[in-house]
């Protein structure tokens, strides 16, 4: 389903949504998030502060809460998510195959009920980057595009008046079917106008990892090599680029207690980060991952050979965000170029 | 305007003459222009030094990852570790000798003088560039020179300086072994407090309207403590994200480590460790301004900072870093003290 | 696997034995559900276990598959669920989940010598083997086993061990001679060399602090063993037991999954990094 | 530490808690409790019954720790601490609740109190259940004192003390014992000699065997604890050989520097090499450094060449020598309120206005006017002298606060002995009111009034002034609301007593604290009246405050008595409730050895090291460290938190 | 009964061991009447609580907190109150800042002679928590 919307009608098609909540980027203290949407929306953002994918993967979930009476069993009582169907507009098509790679994460071996409950009630409608939203953008190098609708149920594309609105999945369909005839049917120019839009944006330069394909063998052959050591020199161990990157999904599960007689408490799950140092430390104190340079393999390895050998996809979707917002400068890209290279 | 050469000269001289084992200065990054922190052995290396606007990073920091790694590997070094520092960063190094992180003699400092300039904030300069790209930006007087693939551009300099070098009033390092450019101390390109004296003279609503949405934005990545030189602590009391052990930590201890707040990110856990931090830092803080910086969701940290700042110079004539002898703040009282809101 | 893979079954405590006191105590506790019938489990595989308001903990169940009644655990008191454990008494209950990771292939080694190294609190690890494989001692040939600790009160499972005398060659050692100790003194890797068990047939398991494993598998290799015949089981930090919370990972595997048993030879080919 | 076995007592106090508190509720909440296996109340818990209740509960049930829900610990915690060590388990692990007067007896609602109680009894079981089994620490004594001050109330310590059988350092900055007793002519009420009481106790203390004499001396540096002190005393040089001078005062006659004579408070004179007093002890001569003229034969050197003793040796330098001791006494004594300070009074300006002490020179048979009462400037015996008091005193807006106690009652003995001296002279006393509370001292003033004549006038002197050779003396007479203006021959100013300089620099060095006023801190003002807050240093005389001197005595002797007391034991037990590093979690910041008022910490190896005997217990270090490093044994951190969520739960 | 009748602020007091806690006895002994919304936790010396007392017990859901120590001077170990008073006074001002209401955290000096002070400040700090309402702002929400 292919379709046109005119820039000024796009909030006539959220206000007819109403089997859903609706949120899309907006500005605050100048931090670019998702919002419920309030008001008129414009799909002008960059890219947002931090990718969807808390939509699916809260930073904060209740598995159960429990209560004990002392002397007694436990009750536990399970906290699936519940709600109304979400649908987030303007998601970057980065992010949208970031969704793709937390699926698969989530998806395997066992499912994941929290993620999953939330992700089936979600629905993401896209944006084409007609110009790279970031001077840290490299998604083609990833094997992406800023014009890719992996993982995205609509992929809208600005034609400068009016969005190029495209169907990507059935429930991206279902909601398009919604809006009626708010959407109009595209003009011949409009296609003409959209593949020369998307045949510019892959054009426009990007930063680039060299020899991405190479990749996973040439990191498997540097796991000991000196350069992370090297590279991570600078690393200041805080948790930007994992709290803000589109697929780590890396998570801790606690106790939090509210009462002690009778105990009560929930079990929750927060996200957690392979760069803080208790991360795998063992009480006893030894540490598999005891250096920055360790940990700053253990992400890039990651990304770039463990998941790729577990899932045949690397698990960077190339939206810069770890570059742009790292304190000291570290810079995947770099990295990966300079150890890929340096394995020869 | 301070000639890089000078100080790549000093650091090569420093490692040929072998008077320290490392320097720890900026080179340029992969990313654009931008500087990023570097330590160099090599003599040979020297001369990938930088020194511009984009010189953020408070280079204590590593001075504090050195001694750390330092007491991890149980080694005693026989020679100073050499450091680049603008003003701020040498009231931390002030700060950390004070409180006894490492002494003066095994530390040199190669002082550079802001001069009347600072560090630049980026989103100021793309604001003035409109769109174009910025491949250096260097302080020249009171201008910022940029060179975009245009040419150069002039622009001045308190258009695009950071806050934190505005309000500065120390722009140069006083505590250095050899220190290059001039003296500007005193220089106030911007009242002092200018940013806090703007906050607090909101109501107490809007106060709490305006740091409910900050605190509630907080992602608790902990890039503020993390670059911080002063959150040098093992374990921080109040959020743990490592747990030194000792041969002689017990059990006991390792099993009952207090969780003062808990690891969800939501608002309540997240002022209280924005607070404990405040009040950790309250006389330590030399504002540098790095947490603000680096913060991914841009809550203005320098605020609570300043604040404690502002008070402990105005009610208890404390000025952090500014002398390595003596007594901290927190640690010490005067007779004399505010005391009328006891009751 | 249940629906909610995060919600564990209650189980109650209905045993608990002291194995070793002091600071490091280990204690070995027997859980049983609490609304009868629970997951099956094999050789090597561990289960998570929660004490409600402190947390959660990985720990390799202890018991044979053979036995479906409880499942035992040797928990040593280390953090804050193992002390909190530790405090807890017979008829309280907690919560279980599991079973999680691969197991050892007992049933590939029938017909072959069994040898057994452990050191410390990695004798529960490979304690289920060593009864499993005892209980159907006619399908294996020789077994033998080391056990050592720092000192004679730091040997966990004495009985059991003397028990076990009847049926396998059992060599026990302490690290620093004392007075009582009448058997081996000295490190565990030591004793392994000092009683020079054959490559033959054989299969090694072995399973203790890093370091011991280091070295013991040192020397098995300079005895003859192959890597092929060598096994041991990973300990990682763990929070979710599902491959999903990503901090157990060596290299592509999460052991939560993959591991924790593996033989020398698949362990060679992983990253150092556990 | 395993799980705490607790067990819980709530006390209903007869109905003194029971009223409000519905006792059996709190019993019941608490066996909730996750530590908590044995709970019970009573009607009286403290009674014997109560106690023993207690102690077979514990045994019963293997209890490791005790909450007694009961009245404030300020009364029955030492007993019930008691009571469960002798159950057999640390009196540490006992925890009292106090839900009598923090609330039975300030609540009235039934419902409202047993809330609060269960929330007070909570907290309680909380900290109890990570209290650790703590002994007292045992410290050994050394049976030796040190007494700072050789004045009147340090020389009655000494003598206590060394009476008692135990070696006394008497360390005096002056180069005589005496103090300013020493200097007065007579004392109240009694009018018997100062000097005559007081030199036969000089030369006891001189004489004694258990007493170290160290005049001219000065305590530079004490470390240590109760117990054990450890004291660097700095001798000064005297450059005179007290061995071998036979105080044939040849040198005097030689020397050629001439100073005021600081004894007689520079009524006269003295040179650079003199003896204090005749009756000095040690009987020896100084010679003062700073006025000679440069130790140094070929500048000067006479008064070498004139001791045919060959006792003067200018080669003598300072030295320092140690003293251990178990315990310390202060009698650092008090100096005059500086006459300089009084603006109305002519800043110490105006001639023929002395001080208190100055006239009691003036007054004494050995003074420098041989007893004869004349006026400074020109020698003429004064007929109308003016007394004025409160000079300084009771003057919060200017001067001193306090009350110095002791001028009503000397002012009144000036007047007396000028009236003696001078029978046809006239007496004026200013005051405000007459504080006269001890034996004998009403009667005394009324014979200063009736007998002797003495013209009391109720009112203050608001300013004097130097007119035709006499001081203009004008002031105010409210009792009759007339001013008043007399043409006085001579002033005497009543002027307040402030702690001397040794006193600070006592405190300082000893670490002691001192008031608002700076006389040295004691203990409490009611229950420990003679000890400072540190243990092992003890208070006697005007050091501690304004005194006259039957009380110097009298407390000089409470501190011999505390001392004696105490060094009467092997060992000393402290309390074990003392602060404790974690070596992991210091960095050696030293913000905790900055902030314990004790000294009690110090950085060995770049981190935090706590001397348990120093320590206190009060947790400035807690509330200071940034990285919970060190914290105070059963009242950590870990210990607060639980209670605060006890609190609000 | 309103709802704002009903509300009773919970107050966690800190207080000193020598001089508060021994004035909130003689409040007792004296059967001054005072509000019961302040639980006392004894600590040693004022000096010994750290900011992070404060901000747990708020975070725990207190409504108000109390400190009391010894006057000015009459510390029983000496300075610990002086220390308390510049630690305490950064806290407040921070938690101002914030814009957290100053009434909410409060520090009085109570003597052991001064039971109705200490009565009397438990009552109007009550009073003056009454009209805040709870404390919600750094109160935890763990549901």
Redesign the interface.
Same mark, same amino acid.
């Given at each position: 389903m292919e379709k046109i919307l005119d820039k000024q009608r796009l909030d006539d098609w959220i206000a007819v949504l109403t089997d859903w909540d609706a949120f899309a980027p907006a500005v *605050?203290?100048?931090?670019w998030?998702f919002r419920p949407v309030a008001g008129a929306v414009r799909l002008d953002h960059p890219n947002t502060?931090?990718p969807p994918k808390g939509f699916a993967f809260p930073?904060?979930e209740?598995?159960?809460t429990?209560e004990?009476?002392?002397g007694?069993?436990?009750r536990?009582t399970?906290k699936?998510p519940q709600g109304k169907r979400r649908v987030a507009f303007g998601v970057r098509p980065c992010d949208g195959r970031g969704t793709v790679r937390m699926d698969r994460?989530?998806a395997?071996?066992?499912?994941?009920?929290?993620y999953q409950t939330r992700r089936n009630n979600m629905a993401y409608v896209g944006l084409a980057c007609n110009k790279p939203v970031s001077?840290?953008c490299f998604c083609l190098s990833v094997g992406g595009s800023p014009v890719g609708s992996d993982g995205l149920d609509v992929l809208m594309t600005d034609l400068g008046e009016r969005y190029f609105v495209a169907a990507v999945t059935e429930t991206g369909k279902a909601l398009m079917t919604v809006a009626g005839d708010l959407l109009k049917k595209p003009e011949v120019a409009d296609r003409q106008r959209l593949k020369d839009l998307h045949a510019e944006a892959v054009a426009q330069p990007q930063r680039a990892i060299h020899d991405a394909d190479g990749a996973p063998a040439k990191l498997k052959a540097s796991?000991?090599s000196p350069l992370w050591e090297e590279l991570a020199?600078?690393c200041?161990?805080?948790?930007?680029c994992t709290?803000?990157c589109p697929t780590c999904?890396?998570?801790?599960?606690?106790? *939090?207690?509210?009462?002690?007689?009778?105990?009560k408490?929930?079990?929750?799950?927060?996200?957690?980060?392979?760069q803080?140092?208790?991360?795998?430390?063992?009480?006893?104190?030894?540490n598999?991952?005891p250096s920055v340079g360790?940990r700053l393999r253990?992400r890039v390895?990651?990304k770039f050979?463990?998941?790729f *050998?577990?899932f045949g996809m690397h698990q960077c979707t190339g939206c810069g965000r770890c570059?742009?917002?790292c304190?000291?400068?570290i810079?995947i890209?770099?990295v990966v170029n300079k150890v890929t290279e340096h394995a020869g | 305007m301070i000639d890089v050469q000078s100080i790549r000269d000093a650091a090569r001289d420093l490692l040929t003459r072998g008077e320290v084992r490392a320097v720890i200065g900026y080179r340029r990054?992969? #990313?654009?222009m931008?500087?990023?922190?570097?330590?160099i052995t090599d003599p040979e290396q020297a001369d990938e030094l930088v020194w511009d606007a984009t010189c953020f990073?408070n280079l204590a920091?590593?001075l504090v990852e050195d001694r750390k790694a330092l007491a991890h590997a149980q080694r005693t070094p026989t020679l100073p570790i050499a450091i680049i520092a603008k003003g701020c960063d040498a009231r931390a190094i002030v700060v950390l000798m004070q409180e006894h992180y490492f002494k003066r003699d095994e530390v040199y400092i190669i002082g550079v003088s802001c001069e009347g300039g600072g560090v630049l904030v980026e989103?100021k300069l793309a604001r003035l560039l409109n769109g174009a790209?910025a491949l250096s930006a260097v302080f020249d007087g009171d201008e910022l020179v940029v060179t975009t693939a245009a040419g150069e551009v002039r622009l001045p300099a308190s258009e695009v300086m950071a806050d934190r070098c505005l309000e500065c009033r120390e722009p140069f390092p006083k505590e250095h072994n050899v220190a290059f450019g001039e003296d500007k101390t005193g220089r106030q390109l911007a009242a002092p407090f200018t940013a806090l004296g703007r906050f607090e003279a909101l109501s107490a609503v809007d106060r709490w309207a305006f740091w409910r #949405?900050?605190f509630e #934005?907080c992602?608790?990545?902990?890039?503020c403590?993390?670059?911080c030189p002063m959150c040098y602590c093992d374990e921080c009391v109040v959020d743990?994200?490592?747990?030194?052990?000792a041969p002689d930590?017990t059990a006991e201890e390792?099993a009952n480590r207090i969780r003062w707040i808990?690891?969800?990110?939501?608002r309540s856990e997240n002022i209280t460790y924005h607070m404990t931090r405040a009040m950790h830092l309250a006389g330590r803080c030399i504002d540098c301004g790095?947490c603000e910086?680096?913060c991914?969701?841009?809550i203005p940290l320098r605020l609570l900072n300043n604040k404690m700042e502002l008070e402990a110079r105005e009610r208890f004539g404390y000025e952090p870093g500014a002398s390595i002898g003596g007594p901290s703040l927190v640690a010490s009282f005067r007779d004399d003290d505010p005391g009328q809101f006891i009751r | 696997?249940p629906?909610?893979?995060?919600?564990?079954e209650?189980a109650?405590i209905t045993f608990i034995k002291e194995e070793v006191p002091g600071e490091r105590a280990i204690k070995t506790f027997r859980v049983e559900p609490?609304n009868g019938g629970s997951f099956e489990h094999e050789c090597g595989q561990c289960a998570m276990l929660?004490v409600?308001?402190?947390?959660?903990m990985m720990i390799s169940i202890a018991s044979s598959p053979l036995v479906k009644d409880y499942k035992q655990f040797s928990i040593m008191r280390?953090?804050?669920v193992?002390a909190a454990f530790h405090d807890l008494a017979v008829g309280d209950?907690v919560?279980i989940r599991g079973p999680y990771g691969n197991s050892f292939p007992v049933d590939d080694w029938r017909g072959r010598n069994l040898c057994f190294i452990g050191g410390g609190s990695g004798l529960a690890p490979i304690w289920p083997v060593i009864t499993t494989a005892v209980a159907q001692r006619d399908l294996f040939k020789n077994i033998t086993v080391f056990y050592g600790g720092r000192s004679p009160r730091d040997i966990m499972y004495k009985s059991e061990l003397e028990k076990l005398r009847g049926v396998a060659d059992v060599h026990l050692s302490v690290d620093k001679a004392e007075d009582g100790w009448d058997a081996y003194c000295g490190f565990v890797p030591a004793n392994v060399m000092d009683k020079e068990p054959s490559p033959d047939n054989a299969i090694a398991v072995t399973c203790g602090p890093?370091i011991m494993i280091k070295y013991v598998i040192q020397n098995l290799s300079q005895l003859g063993f192959a890597d092929e015949q060598i096994y041991t089981t990973l300990?990682? !930090?763990m !929070? &979710?037991g599902?491959? !999903? &919370?990503?901090? &157990?990972?060596?290299? !592509?595997d999460y052991v939560c999954?993959k591991g924790p048993v593996y033989s020398w030879a698949q362990l060679k080919n992983l990253?150092?990094?556990? | 530490m395993t799980k705490k076995r607790t067990g819980v007592f709530v006390c209903h106090c007869g109905n003194n808690i029971a009223a409000t508190v519905d006792v059996a509720r709190v019993v019941k909440?608490m066996?909730?409790?996750?530590t908590v296996v044995y709970s019970q109340d009573y009607v009286y818990m403290c009674s014997d019954p109560g106690q023993n209740a207690v102690i077979q509960a514990i045994k019963d049930n293997q209890l490791d720790s005790v909450v007694v829900s009961c009245c404030s610990p300020s009364l029955h915690e030492k007993t019930f601490r008691d009571n469960t060590t002798r159950a057999g388990i640390s009196g540490f692990t006992c925890e009292i609740a106090n839900i009598r007067e923090q609330c039975a007896w300030v609540h009235k609602d039934r419902d409202v109190g047993t809330e609060k109680a269960i929330k007070i009894s909570?907290s309680a079981v909380?900290r109890a259940g990570r209290n650790q089994s703590l002994e007292p620490i045992a410290v050994p004594v050394t049976r030796r004192v040190m007494v700072i001050g050789g004045g009147i109330a340090g020389i009655q310590a000494s003598l206590d003390m060394a009476n008692a059988g135990l070696e006394v350092i008497l360390v005096e900055r002056q180069a005589t014992l005496g103090g300013h007793m020493l200097q007065l002519s007579e004392t109240f009420p009694t009018l018997d000699c100062s000097q005559c009481i007081l030199s036969p106790k000089m030369v006891e203390v001189s004489r004694h065997p258990k007493i170290k004499v160290m005049t001219y001396c000065e305590v530079q540096e004490v470390s240590g604890s109760v117990g054990n002190f450890k004291a660097k005393i700095l001798k000064k040089p005297t450059f005179v050989d007290p061995e071998k001078c036979n105080i044939c005062d040849d040198c005097t006659q030689v020397c050629p520097v001439v100073v005021p004579n600081e004894y007689e408070l520079g009524l006269t004179a003295r040179r650079a090499i003199y003896i204090p007093y005749a009756q000095a002890i040690p009987a020896s001569y100084t010679l003062d450094e700073e006025a000679c003229l440069g130790l140094n034969p070929i500048r000067c050197g006479k008064c070498k060449d004139a001791c045919e003793a060959d006792a003067i040796n200018y080669d003598m330098r300072p030295e320092t020598v140690v003293e251990e001791v178990g315990a310390i006494v202060v009698a650092t004594g008090f100096d005059l309120y500086p006459q300089e300070n009084i603006a109305e009074y002519g800043y110490g300006k105006v001639e023929d206005v002395l001080d208190g002490l100055q006239f009691e020179r003036l007054c004494s048979a050995s003074g420098a006017t041989s007893g004869h009462v004349l006026r400074p400037s020109d020698h003429k015996v004064p007929k109308d002298v003016v007394f004025i008091q409160c000079v300084g005193s009771r003057d919060p807006a200017q001067h001193c606060a306090y009350c110095s106690k002791i001028c009503c009652m000397y002012t009144a003995k000036h007047a007396t002995l000028y009236k003696h001296h001078v029978p046809d002279g006239r007496a004026y006393v200013f005051y405000i009111d007459i504080r006269s509370g001890g034996k004998g001292y009403e009667e005394f003033v009324q014979r200063t009034m009736e007998e002797d004549g003495a013209i009391y006038l109720r009112g203050r002197v608001s300013k004097l002034y130097r007119h035709n050779g006499k001081v203009k003396v004008l002031g105010t007479d409210t009792l009759t609301g007339q001013n008043v203006e007399i043409d006085a021959d001579m002033v005497v100013l009543a002027l307040a007593m402030q702690p001397s300089k040794g006193t600070a620099q006592a405190a300082k060095v000893l670490k002691i604290g001192r008031d608002k006023d700076g006389f040295l801190a004691e203990a409490h003002p009611k229950l420990r009246p003679v000890e400072s807050v540190t243990a092992g240093i003890f208070l006697a005389g005007a050091a501690q405050g304004p005194k006259d001197i039957p009380e110097t005595v009298a407390q000089a002797g409470a501190a011999a008595a505390k001392v004696i007391a105490l060094l009467s034991q092997a060992t000393l037990s402290h309390a074990p409730t003392v602060a404790r590093v974690r070596r992991s979690h210091c960095t050696g910041c030293e913000m905790c050895v900055t902030a314990c008022p004790y000294h009690a910490i110090r950085l060995e190896n770049g981190k935090a090291v706590v001397n348990e005997v120093l320590c206190e217990g009060c947790g400035s270090c807690t509330a200071t460290c940034l990285r919970a490093a060190i914290e105070v044994k059963n009242a950590t951190q870990m210990q607060v938190f639980e209670m605060i969520?006890?609190c609000l739960? | 009964m309103s709802e704002e009748q009903a509300y009773e602020p919970k107050i966690v007091a800190f207080l000193c061991k020598w001089c508060s806690s021994a004035g909130s006895d003689l409040a007792g002994v004296s059967r001054i009447q005072y509000p019961a919304n302040a639980t006392p936790i004894t600590v040693p010396c004022s000096g010994s609580i750290s900011p992070l007392y404060i901000l747990s017990a708020f975070n725990k859901g207190a409504d108000g907190v109390l400190l009391s120590g010894c006057h000015i001077g009459d510390c029983h170990y000496i300075e610990g109150n002086y220390l308390a008073r510049r630690k305490i006074y950064l806290i407040k001002e921070l938690l101002e800042m914030v814009g957290v209401e100053p009434d909410r955290l409060r520090m009085s000096w109570v003597s052991a002679a001064e039971g109705a002070k200490y009565a009397q400040v438990v009552k109007d700090f009550v009073a003056d928590l009454k009209p805040l309402g709870p404390q919600d702002k750094l109160k935890a929400d763990?549901?």
């Open positions: *605050e203290d100048d931090v998030a502060k931090q930073q904060r209740v598995f159960f429990f004990q009476i002392k007694e069993a436990p536990l399970q699936l994460v989530f395997d071996h066992v499912d994941d009920p929290y001077s840290n796991f000991k020199q600078a200041i161990g805080c948790g930007i709290f803000l999904h890396c998570f801790d599960i606690n106790d *939090e207690v509210t009462g002690a007689a009778p105990l408490g929930s079990r929750v799950r927060t996200w957690d980060n392979c803080f140092p208790d991360f795998t430390m063992h009480t006893s104190g030894h598999p991952r360790a253990q390895c990651h050979q463990y998941f *050998e577990n570059i742009s917002d304190p000291v400068g810079d890209v770099h | 990054g992969s #990313r654009g931008l500087a990023e922190p570097v330590t990073h920091l590593y989103y790209q #949405r900050q #934005r992602i608790r990545c902990f890039a403590r993390s670059v743990s994200i490592t747990f030194p052990v930590t390792k808990e690891r969800s990110a939501v790095e910086r680096v991914p969701v841009n | 696997m629906a909610n893979i995060y919600l564990p209650l109650r609490l929660s409600f308001g402190r947390g959660e280390v953090g804050r193992s209950v919560g890093p300990e990682n !930090k !929070k &979710c599902l491959g !999903k &919370c990503g901090r &157990c990972n060596v290299g !592509k999954v990253p150092e990094e556990y | 909440e066996s909730a409790e996750e909570r909380r969520e006890a739960a | 763990r549901t």
